[in-house]
């Protein structure tokens, strides 16, 4: 190979990447990054979402549960006239032979007022323990009650809880869901309130922090059974 082939030789391997080249190069390159940005982020995002809806699925399974038990044991006390005291769309207070202590319970067990609400980030709730009036006028009243103090939070959650009331224990009739009492004024009256015998409760838990995942939603449909087995109250 002659001295000046050589030397053209050399210059062509010194030559190096021209600009054509580089910009192709940074383009492919920029695909392939923006690829795999967009792989791991979507990962990321759906593992985000699944450890979220893991969480307000079992938060809402628990406080569905503390909802559920208040009021599976309702009852009308001695001298009120309903084992509700009020019932909206999204809160009830009643009256509920709640186990307090621990111990044994008897048929004299004197009941709580029970408060059920949401305060726009929390599923509420209050227990006030009743007290014996030692000596009851005729007719009543032969408990009482003085809430104080501030309610504590079941669950943290952007979506209020629903209740629905039902004047009958019956799920259905010949296939057809029985309907609820109407909320069409915001509450029961006095009446209908005395005529309930069931209570749905609607939960749908979305995590506050993370409010563009679906919430994990609970229903339950709750029998009275002290209403049903009412004698003149407790």
């Known amino acids: 190979m002659s001295g000046l082939l050589r030397r053209a030789v050399r210059r062509r391997r010194d030559a190096g990447v021209s600009v054509v080249e580089l910009a192709v190069t940074a383009a492919v390159g920029s695909v392939v990054l923006a690829g795999v940005a967009s792989v791991a982020i979507g990962a990321l995002d759906a593992s985000t979402t699944i450890g979220v809806r893991a969480g307000t699925s079992g938060d809402a399974r628990i406080a569905g549960e503390v909802i559920t038990r208040s009021l599976r044991v309702a009852a009308r006390p001695k001298g009120e006239q309903a084992a509700l005291v009020a019932a909206t769309p999204t809160a009830v207070t009643f009256y509920a032979l709640l186990n307090r202590s621990g111990a044994a319970q008897s048929t004299d067990t004197v009941p709580s ?3 059920l609400g ?3 980030t929390c599923v509420t709730r209050r227990v006030t323990a009743g007290v014996v009036v030692a000596s009851p006028p005729v007719g009543g009243p032969y408990y009482t009650w003085t809430p ?3 309610s504590t939070c079941v669950v943290r959650t952007t979506t209020a809880p629903a209740y629905a009331y039902y004047a009958t224990a019956v799920l259905s009739t010949g296939g057809v869901d029985t309907v609820p009492l109407s909320l069409a004024a915001g509450s029961l009256t006095a009446g209908e ?4 015998q069931s209570v749905e409760v ?4 979305v995590d506050p922090r993370n409010p563009a995942v679906p919430g994990a939603p609970v229903v339950s449909r709750v029998t009275l ?3 049903l087995t009412d ?3 407790l």
């Open 231 to 233: 004698a003149g109250g």
């Open 118 to 120: 949401w305060n726009g």
């Open 202 to 205: 609607r939960l749908t838990v």
């Open 113 to 115: 007022y029970v408060e």
């Open 193 to 196: 309130r005395r005529s309930v």
């Open 148 to 150: 104080s103090g501030a």
């Open 225 to 227: 059974t002290n209403v």
